[in-house]
Nanobody
Framework: QVQVVESGGGLVQPGGSLRLSCAAS????????IGWFRQAPGKERERISC????????YYADSVKGRFTISRDNAKNTVYLQMNSLKPEDTAVYYC???????????WGQGTQVTVSS
């Protein structure tokens, strides 16, 4: 069964950090571009980061640039999203997706909740 599963969400205070994981099963993650998205209540889904399969190049939305870092661990078939200096406006459900490129996604996870609050 082909799937991606996110984990690592939770409640964190403003200024804190979390690391989200995107684990793949049924396929090799480094054959695909991996994107991270988030959706807050009442807002559209936002693509916040992507790492390509070809050369490992990365993309970050302006809203997270300088605070979030995407990385791969091919041995663990996992992609991470390190989130630092978290703000209340980062509160959302975070999703990872695997695709043929950073604009076309084939497999989506179920999401993990991140809440930034004091």
């Amino acid at each position: 069964q082909v799937q991606v599963v996110e984990s690592g969400g939770g409640l964190v205070q403003p200024g804190g950090s979390l690391r989200l994981s995107c684990a793949a099963s049924g396929f090799t993650l480094d054959d695909y571009a991996i994107g991270w998205f988030r959706q807050a209540p009442g807002k559209e889904r936002e693509r916040i980061s992507c790492i390509s399969s070809s050369d490992g190049s990365t993309y970050y939305a302006d809203s997270v640039k300088g605070r979030f870092t995407i990385s791969r661990d091919n041995a663990k078939n996992t992609v991470y999203l390190q989130m630092n200096s978290l703000k209340p406006e980062d509160t959302a459900v975070y999703y990872c997706a695997a695709g043929d490129g950073c604009y076309i996604y084939n497999y989506w996870g179920q999401g993990t909740q991140v809440t930034v609050s004091s």
